[in-house]
């Protein structure tokens, strides 16, 4: 079964990706959001190329060869684009063996835990407090993750005293018993991290995230060995050598790999088995509600070293708009707390035809 056509369907945010085979079969997946129609255009010129005229079914040999044909570019682009092509694979067998793509990689459908995700910083502690107490009472989160510091911010807070006030205001507000996560965003130098840190600590947040640059290893290592905390990181990380690195050497205490960001479901499977050898849990960092929050379900119902929780974006119409009628129906009800991967085959939803006909829209094709 060769694969005879590759299409994006694409917004400046989202691009879909539909595999077509020489047999009629096809299967649906996403390239990164964000800078999406970029990454749409490095698939065709530089992934379709090797991809058609291929088996479909060999997924792990093509995402293992296309970035050798393409070593001149070992960026984050090319990992993005083959990223929509591994998922539409997955999508595609799955349909094929009427199995979910959880089932097709060891594990099975079924109820996974969520933590509400916000990504605001120009909200102040008392509003962001009121937001996850709603979000409580409506879908039964019992864990929350909220901005630390500012993005990549070099020490200076978001604004002064903002990272003092806003931890002990959401402790304070959702009790004791309230599993809390911060997100620094590559904020501080190691000694405010550590300092930071301590804070956290004492009002018991379990998960500090991206303390430091994250591509300063042993800037994050530092705060690592300083803290009780869990440090987290690698949404970032593209490059199986820095995953190999950052495992080997214990740089975080939790990896959060991005199925999109780092080129697809086969090569995360790859990631997390490193951790998995080496005792590191892992929970994915998929930050809205494009096709990655539902990639990333179906990954945590597989792995053996699966985190605590699914990160879940709390924003939608003021944050990321673009997330609104992707899917005909969404995948993404919550309910007590928790997300449900489906028996349906493959990744178990579908495009919009209304988004799809306002996509920009690109074929490559095998010859013949």
Not at 240 to 265: A, E, N, S
Request: some cysteine; hydrophobic content about 40%.
């Amino acid at each position: 079964m060769k694969i005879a056509r590759i299409e994006t369907f694409t917004t400046q945010f989202v691009c879909f990706v539909r595999v077509t085979t020489d047999s009629g079969a096809t299967g649906w997946g996403q390239v990164a959001p964000y800078n999406a129609d970029i990454t749409a255009k490095v698939l065709h010129r530089q992934v379709a190329p090797y991809a058609l005229g291929a088996d479909a079914l060999d997924i792990a040999g093509l995402v293992d060869i296309i970035p050798e044909r393409e070593h001149k570019f070992p960026g984050s682009y090319v990992a993005r684009a083959i990223g929509g092509l591994d998922t539409a694979l997955w999508d595609l067998r799955g349909k094929l063996e009427e199995k979910p793509v959880c089932a097709l990689i060891g594990g099975m459908p079924g109820r996974v835990r969520a933590y509400a995700s916000s990504m605001k910083r120009d909200i102040t502690p008392a509003e962001e407090a009121l937001r996850f107490q709603r979000l409580r009472d409506r879908f039964g989160f019992e864990a929350f993750k909220f901005r630390v510091g500012a993005e990549c911010g070099r020490d200076i807070d978001e604004w002064p005293g903002r990272t003092e006030e806003i931890v002990p205001t959401i402790r304070k507000a959702l009790g004791d018993t309230a599993e809390l996560l911060v997100d620094a965003n590559s904020g501080f130098s190691p000694a405010r991290a550590i300092e930071v840190g301590r804070m956290l600590q004492d009002h018991g947040v379990a998960h500090y995230e991206e303390p430091c640059p994250y591509w300063e290893y042993e800037q994050t290592k530092q705060v690592t060995d300083a803290l009780d905390i869990d440090v987290t990181g690698g949404e970032q990380d593209c490059s199986l050598v820095d995953w190999r690195r950052m495992i080997g050497d214990r740089v975080v205490d939790i990896i959060q790999p991005d199925i999109c960001y780092l080129g697809g479901l086969t090569r995360t499977l790859q990631v997390t088995e490193m951790a998995a050898a080496a005792g590191i849990p892992c929970t994915p960092h998929c930050a809205n509600l494009s096709m990655v929050t539902l990639f990333t379900m179906h990954l945590l119902r597989a792995i053996p070293n699966a985190g605590k929780y699914l990160e879940f974006s709390i924003e939608v119409e003021d944050y990321y708009p673009w997330q609104e009628g992707l899917f005909v129906s969404s995948p993404y009800a919550i309910t007590d707390g928790h997300a449900v991967v489906t028996d349906a085959p493959g990744w178990g939803v579908e495009v919009s035809p209304q988004w799809l006909a306002k996509s920009d829209h690109q074929t490559s094709e095998a010859e013949g």
